[in-house]
């Protein structure tokens, strides 16, 4: 008899059934429009972004070898979907941007997750709150391991000062909006993020962690700052 898998195993068998589903989604949206989900993503980070993206940033946020990307790229401007151009901090740099009719399919695959999306939505509010806090720590412990590319995430932020509050509904501060925020308005993917000292990394990590009790202050602005 084959011994019963670990927990974590079995999260990890989860975590995969849910990826094939992302998968299968990801081609049936990107096929209607006759690109693959490598090049949809592309457009996707090109629309996200507030300023235009070089060329070889995409490779590093996807995760995908540079001939990857370079070949995604290519085939994009091909069909209209993406122009190439100067960066304005570095003239050697190429810049993408993405064409009218670019921005017209970006919105269009923006949906994508929704499959995602609805099946979480289905939660209790408590219980997605956690769930965006374990995914935080899996995305976190990947980055450490130099699995996945550094992201835009409030925990990585020098903006973030977790638990300054008494408040436990928002008990973190944002010095870039300069406002509290909960743990379900922490961000994945946000396009202010500026990342915080590496001193100071470790230090905010565990204090959002395990908890802290309120300073009724808000520390400094500035590497994501403590109390």
Known sequence: MNSTPSIAQRIAQGLAKIAIAMRHDAWRGAGRRHITPTQAQILDLVHRRNSPPLVGDVADALA???ATASRAIAALVRK??????RAQLDRRAVSLALTRRGHVVARELIG???VLADACGELPEAEQTALLRMVMRMIRSLQD????????MCVECRFFAPYVYEDTNKPHHCHFVNAP????????DCSDMQPMAAE????VWQLLVNGKPAAGKCGDSSEGALP
Request: proline share 9%.
């Open 64 to 66: 995908i070898t540079p």
């Open 80 to 85: 209209g979907l993406l122009v190439r151009g």
């Open 112 to 114: 994508w997750p929704e």
């Open 145 to 152: 391991r130099e699995l996945i590319p550094i992201q835009r």
């Open 181 to 188: 925020f909960g743990d379900g308005e922490l961000r994945i």
């Open 200 to 203: 100071s990394r470790a230090r």
